[in-house]
């Protein structure tokens, strides 16, 4: 039953997480702009860490399960499920946009349904490089903060920063993605060029994490504190 409400929690995260943060995106690109849409996905990641979090992880991203799963901290049966449960929410997130730009007089500000893509002002090769980076960053921050005891008050803040600071980077780009299932979902319902450019923001963002999940460990609290230096003049201990 742990299970079964774990895998339902990344579902709904992963869902608000696009209806929110995609959302922002295709009713308020134009008026709002880069900001509001960076704030949005920082905002509502942010409040998913403290609502989730305690039952799931609050992964609501593939990359970030791939990342738990190279760090040793799942199964890969249970990163599975993740993957589906988050893949399945992104695609009812996006759905539930797709009613509301076309029976819901939402007017779709991006044209695209929120989706990623690259041509316009960043290349494929561009594209991929960028969401490489971006991904390993916010992988980065999640893996290191969520192991230290000591910030787990404070780790929805850092984690909700560090996507927001990615999508003040990207949206403009590519439109931001980090997140493969977060790309799935628009892609699916907009079709086109979003759906051939799709592999891009699925494999990269799983690249970025999994090299985060490598260079985490270098960031990793020492199990004991380091032996305190003995004072001058005096022998070290044999």
Not at 146 to 154: I, Y
Not at 159 to 164: E, K, M, Q, V
């Amino acid at each position: 039953m742990t299970d079964i409400r774990r895998y339902a929690a990344e579902f709904l995260g992963t869902l608000l997480l696009v209806f929110f943060g995609v959302g922002s995106a295709v009713a308020a690109r134009v008026q709002g702009g880069v900001v509001v849409v960076a704030l949005a996905f920082g905002f509502v990641m942010l409040a998913l860490v403290y609502t989730i979090g305690p039952l799931s992880g609050s992964h609501a991203n593939p990359a970030v399960t791939l990342g738990v799963l190279l760090s040793g901290n799942t199964s890969l049966i249970g990163a599975v499920a993740y993957w589906i449960a988050q893949f399945a929410g992104a695609t009812v997130g996006a759905f539930l946009l797709w009613v509301l730009t076309r029976w819901g007089d939402v007017v779709d500000q991006t044209g695209a349904l929120g989706s990623n893509g690259y041509g316009a002002h960043i290349n494929r090769f561009g594209a991929a490089l960028l969401e490489t980076v971006l991904t390993f960053l916010f992988v980065l921050v999640v893996l290191v903060v969520t192991n230290r005891s000591e910030q787990t008050v404070v780790a929805g803040v850092a984690i909700g920063l560090t996507l927001a600071l990615a999508h003040l980077v990207g949206v403009a780009l590519d439109g931001t993605s980090v997140n493969p299932a977060r790309s799935f979902g628009p892609a699916v319902f907009e079709g086109g060029a979003a759906l051939r450019q799709l592999w891009v923001f699925i494999v990269f963002p799983l690249f970025g994490g999994a090299l985060a999940a490598l260079v985490a460990p270098l960031f990793a609290k020492p199990d004991t504190p380091p032996p305190a230096p003995a004072d001058a003049g005096e022998p070290h201990p044999a």
